[in-house]
Nanobody, 123 residues
Framework: QLQLVESGGGWVQAGDSLTLSCKSY????????MGWFRQIPGKEREFLAA????????WYGDSVKGRFTMFREISKHTGYLQMNSLQPEDSTDYYC????????????????WGQGPQVTVSS
C-alpha cells in the first residue's frame, strides 16, 4: 500500500502558485529526509527540493532555486512544496519521497515514493 500520499496537484495558469503536500503514514526519523522530484521522460527524476526532517536544513535544485520552497510540519508527518511563478515548462508529474540515505539530492537516497500527481501550467 502507498505510504506517502500527495495532494495539491492540478491546473494553474502561468505565473500562479501551487502548494503540494506529502503525508507520510510511516514514521519519519529525525535524520531522514523528505524530498521532491519531478519526472523528466527518458531521464531519472529531477531533484527539486529536500529537507532533513529534524533539523529543517533544506536543499534546492538549480532549476527551482528561488521559486520553490519546502517546509514541513513534523506533528502532521507532512511536508510541503510551495511552487511560485509556475511556467508551462514546469508541467509534469511531481513526486515526494522519504529516505534515510545520505546525499538527499539523489534518488538513491529514497525508499518510499508518493503517487506523483500531475501539475499542469497553461500559458
Amino acid at each position: 500500500q502507498l505510504q506517502l500520499v500527495e495532494s495539491g496537484g492540478g491546473w494553474v495558469q502561468a505565473g500562479d502558485s501551487l502548494t503540494l503536500s506529502c503525508k507520510s503514514y510511516l514514521h519519519i526519523s529525525g535524520s531522514d529526509a523528505m524530498g521532491w522530484f519531478r519526472q523528466i521522460p527518458g531521464k531519472e527524476r529531477e531533484f527539486l527540493a529536500a529537507i532533513r526532517w529534524s533539523s529543517g536544513i533544506s536543499w534546492y535544485g538549480d532549476s527551482v532555486k528561488g521559486r520553490f520552497t519546502m517546509f514541513r510540519e513534523i506533528s502532521k508527518h507532512t511536508g510541503y512544496l510551495q511552487m511560485n511563478s509556475l511556467q508551462p515548462e514546469d508541467s509534469t508529474d511531481y513526486y515526494c519521497a522519504t529516505g534515510s540515505g545520505a546525499g538527499c539530492t539523489t534518488i538513491t537516497s529514497y525508499g518510499q515514493w508518493g503517487q506523483g500527481p500531475q501539475v499542469t501550467v497553461s500559458s
